[in-house]
């Protein structure tokens, strides 16, 4: 595999330049915004074949369910994502 020293050398270059005049040149439109979400990682290629994917929003849910509400039973954890984070970080500070 080639191996590449300039932004310039990529195949996707172009497109690059696009995306960067779209998000910082001055136009009459406000311009492009990027936006990466939970799961977006999920795309990546790994590091090794039996690399571990990167957890989900699901995945997060069930480890602070079960370290917040594991005495009083999972079953009576709120569902809300957002909800338990917050609990999680002022349980943790």
Same mark, same amino acid.
Request: proline share 9%; glycine share 6%; charged share 25%.
């Given at each position: 595999?080639?191996?590449?020293?300039?932004?310039?050398?990529? $195949? /996707?270059? $172009?497109?690059?330049?696009?995306?960067?005049?779209?998000?910082?040149?001055?136009? /009459?439109?406000?311009?492009?915004?990027?936006?990466?979400?939970?799961?977006?990682?999920?795309? !990546?290629?790994? $590091?090794t074949p039996?690399?571990?994917?990167? $957890?989900?929003?699901? /995945?997060?849910?069930?480890?602070?369910?079960?370290?917040?509400?594991? !005495?009083?039973?999972v079953e009576?954890?709120?569902?809300?994502?957002?909800?338990?984070?917050?609990?999680?970080?002022?349980?943790?500070?």
């Amino acid at each position: 595999m080639e191996k590449l020293n300039r932004i310039e050398d990529l $195949p /996707d270059f $172009p497109a690059i330049r696009q995306i960067s005049e779209a998000l910082w040149g001055v136009t /009459d439109t406000r311009g492009a915004a990027v936006l990466v979400g939970a799961g977006f990682s999920r795309n !990546a290629v790994l $590091p090794t074949p039996n690399s571990i994917k990167p $957890p989900l929003w699901l /995945d997060f849910c069930r480890t602070m369910k079960e370290r917040l509400y594991s !005495a009083v039973g999972v079953e009576k954890a709120p569902t809300d994502p957002l909800r338990l984070a917050e609990e999680y970080m002022i349980s943790i500070l």
